[in-house]
């Protein structure tokens, strides 16, 4: 049972516009927000965004601006559906937070005493992780490494966990920050445990529905059979294309949930608010503080400084922390294949914002949030949609640039050192399982088994290395090197797939 949702102090009014729908309240800060919003979208060539904001505790914004689909007429509005990705995060955290505040569960607790099969690459590791270690990027893993076992693979989660063995640090244990999302598949699963159904259905029953979140849902399964649903799109080759939904079930904890500006506008006043549920509050008082309390350092980049005057960052519980002209900060991002999310909470002005996007490449919900987040504070506006769409336009001539030094560093006039039809065969990897190379005439062809949409044409580059041009979208351009044994047989060959998905390079062995 949903109890003490207040109601929103000023009645909604509706702002229709030329190209846009809004659900704005009548409030005066705002008033700048339709028009604004209409000139970005157009700077950076995204189809569509939906916002939300939360001001004096109160759902004060919430609207749509653009388009669902590019070159259809359908309008996103405050309803419309969009991955919130890893924006999942902060609420698989809050999950365990109910069982922390019900005392079925702590914080520290060791991670073996729900999970006995999960096992690290360090047994040491394994003996020693607790649920915190989870949820704040400390375990001395790569930075997204083992992605490649869920983003686009049909292993399920149990099997993904089953293969984090295989990953192996980078640093030593509780001592970096490494964005890890396979460890909140496990945080997800400790709280199947503990709850005695799939997280799924957890934060169905324990988050979404007792404060009335009816839109969000944590897969895109059945989502065809909705009509209000943003559709993903990715710049390719300089124009904003339509490209496919993607499953994300197996890292569902991590990145799976699905929602609009009005239940997320719900989800963060719940949280500002401390929203009551049947007689007591969602989450406690003291669960908040601690998952917005820094758990892990993170270093302070030239961004943080040149962009919010940041003198420290950190990572909680399912959010990052930083200093914000005197505030505190929660926030985090989300990505997934065609979409961005963004959220931003500052408890002490009881504040937060959320903005949703259509498009892959140019993130524009962190710079449309600040804008939100400024207006909110009371701080003079400032254009950072300006100076973030700077900033990506220079990563992507940026981008250009380096592959133009690759390609004056080409060895041109070179051959494979053996017949093409020898690079033929199946290659396997510990973590990642099998690929296939297959022959068919000059062409060759890469296709990892687990993964049905990452298929990759190679064109031989130099020497024994082929620049594989994947079908998928999603996939980058990339380089695949086949590696001689001292018979002069092929022996393996080596990889990486996407600096999104797993920037690792991974080494697969032919099998014989």
Known sequence: MMVSLRPFAICLLLIVSGSGRWTAAQDPVFADVPDYVRHVLLQWDVPGVALAAVRNGEIALTGGYGVRRAGDS??????????????????????????????????????????????????????????????????????FGGDITWWGSNYDRAEVLRRVRYVRPVSSFRSRWHYQNTMYLAAGEVAAKVGGESWDSLVQKRLFQPIGMTSTRTSIKGLESQSNVATPHMRINGRTQIIAWRNLDNGGPAASVVSNARDMAIWLRCLVNGTIVAGKPLVSANSLREMWSPQTIMAVTNDDRNFYGSRFRAYGLGWMIRDYRGLNVMFHGGWADGMYSFTAIVPERNVAVVVLTNLHNRDLSVPLAYRLLDTCLGFPPKDWCAEYLKEAVNGENKEVKEFQQLQSERHEGTHPSLPIAEFAGTYTNDLYGAIGVEIQGNQVRLKLLASPTFVADLTHWHHDTFRAIWRDPVAETSFVTFSLNPQGNVAEVKFRMSEFIDPSIYVFQRVR
């Open 74 to 143: 359908a309008r996103v509005d405050d309803q419309t559906l969009f991955a919130v990705a890893s924006n999942t995060k902060q609420m698989t955290a809050t999950l365990l937070a109910t069982f922390v505040d019900e005392r079925r569960i702590r914080w520290d607790d060791p991670v073996g005493a729900y999970l006995p099969e999960l096992q690290l690459f360090d047994p040491i590791v394994t003996r020693e992780l607790t649920v915190r270690d989870l949820l704040c990027h400390r375990n001395g893993l790569p930075d």
